[in-house]
């Protein structure tokens, strides 16, 4: 549900000019300004899954020596925070956020600190839909390079993916006698 809300927000309100899921770096959302800026969103329902992520941080932010458990997202962190020259990941977003519900927001907002990381809360009785996102912290630019067009087969091929599951997962596969399947083939996609 959060991540509807977020990539509504961030298309409907704040007018960026594409946003997927499951993107890049295995971000929850990876989404590009009309200035071709890109941001990741990384969200956060639980927690301890908030906690693992944030004890990454705070072990790069602090110059701790050697990797945590949590391997991934630590070298994630690692080049996003300028600690590492090496490329892990495919693309280094010009920024990074995450989005948290309220009852992890203090949580979120202390582990984040010292870092160019942003912050967004979904607060459950705000207004409708995307209105209930809320910008807490706006995230510091990690690097100024713009989006890569050439990269996007890549988005493509994720959103392809992606909008198949969605099928899938709604109508439980394609059958084609569907009344709702020939909605949709009339809409040309």
Not at 46 to 65: G, M
Request: proline share 4%.
């Amino acid at each position: 549900m959060l991540k509807t809300h977020m990539v509504g927000y961030l298309l409907y309100q704040k007018q960026y000019m594409l946003a997927f899921t499951e993107s890049f770096n295995q971000a929850d959302i990876f989404a590009i300004k009309r200035s071709h800026y890109t941001i990741e969103i990384e969200i956060k329902n639980t927690k301890d899954d908030l906690r693992k992520e944030l004890n990454s941080i705070k072990h790069l932010r602090d110059d701790q020596p050697g990797p945590l458990k949590n391997g991934k997202k630590y070298y994630k962190h690692m080049e996003y925070l300028n600690k590492s020259k090496t490329r892990f990941s495919h693309i280094i977003p010009n920024e990074f956020c995450f989005l948290v519900p309220e009852d992890l927001l203090e949580q979120a907002y202390a582990g984040i600190q010292g870092t160019p990381y942003g912050l967004f809360c979904y607060k459950e009785y705000l207004g409708d839909y995307y209105e209930r996102i809320e910008e807490i912290v706006t995230p510091q630019k990690l690097h100024v390079e713009k989006y890569d067009f050439t990269k996007n087969i890549e988005l493509l091929y994720r959103a392809s993916n992606e909008c198949q599951f969605l099928r899938e997962k709604m109508y439980g596969g394609w059958p084609e006698d569907s009344d709702r399947v020939s909605e949709i083939k009339m809409m040309n996609f």
